[in-house]
C-alpha cells in the first residue's frame, strides 16, 4: 500500500513541491518506509529528491527549496513488491521517451511476465525489483512506438489503453511527462483508490490526484471526484482530458481500505470511510450477542486506537456498555502493521501503546480493533490488558478472519503468516491469549461499505474468501509470491542491498 500525488498548478511561476509535501504528510499513513517527490521546472528539466523514512525525515526547507517547477508528483512508499532499499523509492524516472516520471500505488499480478517482456523484447533496462518500475517502463515503451518527436493526448490515451491489455493486478498510477503536464489511470477493477480535485487561484484551476481525498480537501481543493476504474485523465494548463479506455466488468474496490488503511475522513468511490466504519460497529455488535450470548459479561468496551475508534463507539452504543479508552498511544511511533518486518512490529507494540490499569483492573473487557492479521498485535495487546489487571479478555474484530494472501499490494504475504489460517475461532483465541475471539461476518462487513453506495455490487474481499478479482491468480502464483514475500527473504532483501538510490539525488536532465 503506498500513497501518491500529482500537482499543475496554474501559475507557471509557482512552486509545486510545498503542496505535494503537504500531500504526502497527509497521505503519510499509506507509507512509511520511503518518501519521494519529483518535480518538472523551467525547459523540462526534472528535480528529484526521494530517501527512505518518513516524510519529515526526507524532506528539509532547503531541499524543498531545489525542487523547481510548477508541476510535480510525490509519493510515500510501503513496501510489498521487492525490498526497502533506497533504489525502490519513487517516484521512478526515464530520460526516454520524453522525460516520463511515474508513481504507482497496488501491485501487478504479472510481473515476471512484464519483466521478461521489456528485458526480450522491448530492450527496456530495469534497475529494481519494483513493479512500479515494470509499470513506468511499459507505459514507455508504449508512447516510443509512436515515433514522434511530440506526442498529443490522443496518443497518451493510446499508450495507457495498450497498457491496461498488458498489466494485470491493482494500480492507481499519476505520471508526469517533462513540459507537458500529469496524468492519472486507475486499474479496470478500481481495486486501489484515486481521486481529483481543482483549486480556483488568481491565474485560473490548479489540479492535483490524490490516493484520498483527505489530501485534497485539506489543500483547499474543491470538486472533488474519483477516477473511474479503467479512466485515464490528462491534465495540461487549462485543460483537462477524461477518457474511459476499457470497459468496466466487474468493479470491485479494495474492502481493507475503508476496514484499516484509508483515514476516516476520507470518501472513497461515493463511501464515506467513517460512516462505513460505524456501519461496521453496529453489525460487529450483533455479531458479539451471537457469539456470547445475550446476557454479556463484558464490563467495558475499548479500542485499540486508532482505526477502531469509530467502530468501538457504536458497538458501546449499541450493546449499551460502556466505552472507555485503556490505551495511551504514542504518536511517534508508526503503524505498525505497515512496517517491515516481524521483528520490528512486536518490538513497537508496547512502544506504540500504554495500558491503563484504572480502566482493565478486575474487569471483563471487550477490545475491538479493526482486523486480526498475523496475531503479533493483538498477542501483546491482550496480553498488555491481561498485565493491567484484566479479569477476562473479549476481542473483537470489524473484519472477518484473514486466511488468504493479498496480492493486490497489501502486505499479506504467506498464509502460515497469517493466524487465522488452518484455525478456527476457537484456536485463533487460544494462540493470541484471548478468551473468546468475535470476528465480523463477511456478508455483514460488505452491506457496511455498499450501503453507502448500492451502485458498487463488488468489492475485492479475497483476503477473506479466497477470491481474486482479476481472476488470473492460481497456486503457483501465491507459491512464488510467498516464496519471494516472506518475511525470512525480505529481512535478508533489506540487510544485504545496497542504497543504489541517492537520498537528495537532484536530477537536471
Known amino acids: 500500500m503506498c500513497g501518491i500525488s500529482a500537482l499543475i498548478l496554474a501559475d507557471q511561476n509557482g512552486a509545486a513541491c510545498a503542496d505535494l509535501f ?70 521512478f524516472y526515464v530520460n526516454s521517451p520524453y522525460g516520463l516520471v511515474l508513481a504507482h500505488n497496488g501491485n501487478l499480478t504479472n510481473a515476471r511476465e512484464l519483466r521478461e517482456f521489456l528485458d526480450k523484447i522491448a530492450h527496456r533496462h530495469i534497475n529494481t525489483d519494483s513493479d512500479s518500475e515494470l509499470c513506468l517502463n511499459i507505459l514507455a515503451d508504449n508512447l516510443q512506438k509512436t515515433g514522434k518527436f511530440r506526442i498529443n493526448h490522443e496518443d497518451i490515451f493510446t499508450a495507457i489503453r495498450d497498457l491496461y491489455q498488458q498489466c494485470k493486478g491493482s494500480y492507481a498510477c499519476v505520471a508526469m511527462i517533462a513540459g507537458y503536464g500529469i496524468i492519472g489511470f486507475r486499474d479496470p477493477h478500481g481495486i486501489r483508490p484515486l481521486v481529483l480535485g481543482r483549486r480556483s487561484t488568481y491565474a485560473g484551476y490548479d489540479y492535483m490526484l490524490a490516493s484520498e481525498s483527505v489530501a485534497l480537501e485539506a489543500l483547499g481543493f474543491t470538486d472533488i471526484e474519483d477516477v473511474n476504474a479503467g479512466e485515464a485523465i490528462i491534465i495540461t494548463r487549462g485543460k483537462v482530458l477524461r477518457r474511459r479506455l476499457v470497459e468496466v466488468e466487474n468493479l470491485a474496490p479494495c474492502i481493507f481500505e475503508y476496514v484499516y488503511f484509508a483515514r476516516q475522513d476520507s470518501i472513497i468511490d461515493g463511501i464515506s470511510v467513517y460512516n462505513s466504519r460505524l456501519s461496521m460497529g453496529e453489525a460487529l455488535a450483533d455479531q458479539v450477542i451471537k457469539t456470547l450470548g445475550p446476557k454479556l459479561d463484558i464490563d467495558v468496551v475499548i479500542p485499540v486506537p486508532d482505526t477502531s475508534r469509530v467502530a468501538a463507539l457504536e458497538l458501546s452504543k449499541k450493546l449499551n456498555i460502556d466505552y472507555r479508552e485503556g490505551f495511551n498511544k504514542n504518536r511517534y511511533v508508526g503503524r505498525t502493521f505497515i512496517m517491515p518486518g516481524q521483528h520490528t512490529r512486536r518490538k513497537n507494540v508496547r512502544r506504540k501503546l500504554n495500558a491503563m490499569a484504572l480502566e482493565f483492573n478486575g474487569k471483563n473487557v471487550l477490545l475491538v480493533d479493526d482486523s486480526i492479521v498475523r496475531g503479533t498485535t493483538s498477542k501483546e495487546i491482550i496480553q498488555m490488558a491481561r498485565d493491567a489487571g484484566a479479569k477476562k479478555v473479549y476481542f473483537a474484530s470489524c473484519a472477518p478472519p484473514i486466511r488468504y494472501p493479498n496480492v493486490y499490494g497489501i502486505d499479506m504475504p504467506t498464509r502460515d503468516e497469517l493466524v487465522a489460517h488452518g484455525r478456527n475461532d476457537n484456536q485463533i483465541a487460544e494462540t493470541i491469549g484471548a478468551d473468546k475471539v468475535i470476528f465480523q461476518d463477511l456478508h455483514d462487513l460488505i452491506e457496511s461499505v455498499r450501503r453507502f453506495n448500492p451502485a458498487i455490487h463488488t468489492f475485492d474481499t479475497s483476503v477473506f474468501d479466497g477470491h481474486y478479482v482479476t481472476g488470473d491468480i492460481d497456486e503457483e502464483y501465491l507459491s512464488h509470491l510467498e516464496g519471494f514475500r516472506n518475511e525470512d527473504s525480505k529481512s535478508k532483501a533489506d540487510t544485504d542491498s545496497d542504497c543504489v538510490g541517492l537520498h537528495n539525488n537532484f536530477v537536471m536532465p
Open 22 to 91: 503537504e500531500s504526502l504528510g497527509l497521505l503519510q499513513h499509506r507509507g512509511q518506509d520511503a518518501a519521494g517527490i519529483v518535480t518538472c521546472g523551467p525547459k523540462g528539466r526534472l528535480f528529484q529528491c526521494k530517501g527512505n523514512g518518513m516524510v519529515r525525515d526526507v524532506f528539509d526547507e532547503k531541499q524543498l527549496s531545489r525542487l523547481f517547477g510548477s508541476l510535480g508528483i510525490g509519493h510515500v512508499r510501503y513496501p510489498t513488491a521487492g525490498s526497502s532499499s533506497m533504489s525502490e523509492a519513487q517516484p
